[in-house]
């Protein structure tokens, strides 16, 4: 399990939800592997690749509910491979996942430079410490 400020992480997230005009119900964060990941990923969503995070949305109204499925192995991969510490990427992935439940995709054309306009956007508002 990675080492997460649980307290600071869920003020966080408000916070990014409330930019987006949400509020937050209840998030899970399911930590695996790749192998599970790929699993999910072909189970759920029939794609036979692996990814960093899969997002299912329960939202209700303005309100972000969801269970966000992170790989572990690929986000220290992700992150040896940008040159970002283990932890930055890990926050990069998380707010990731928040963002899709409030409603940012990142498949159309010009969604990608959206998500990533707000992955930035939000990654600005951690503590110094994070």
């Not at 930019?19 to 029939?46: A, K, P, S």
């Not at 963002?99 to 956007?121: F, Q, T, V």
Request: net charge negative; charged share 30%; proline share 2%.
């Amino acid at each position: 399990m990675p080492l997460i400020d649980q307290a600071q992480i869920t003020a966080w997230v408000a916070e990014v939800a409330r930019l987006h005009e949400r509020r937050v119900g209840q998030i899970n964060y399911i930590f695996v592997d790749d192998e599970r990941i790929l699993e999910v990923n072909r189970e759920f969503l029939q794609h036979d690749y692996y990814t960093d995070i899969i997002t299912f949305d329960y939202d209700e109204a303005d309100i972000i509910n969801g269970d966000l499925f992170i790989s572990l192995d690929t986000v220290r991969t992700n992150a040896e491979q940008v040159g970002a510490s283990y932890e930055q990427e890990l926050h990069r992935v998380i707010i990731h996942g928040v963002l899709h439940l409030c409603g940012i995709n990142d498949k159309g054309p010009g969604e990608r430079e959206i998500m990533e306009a707000e992955e930035n956007r939000a990654l600005g508002l951690l503590p110094e410490r994070f």
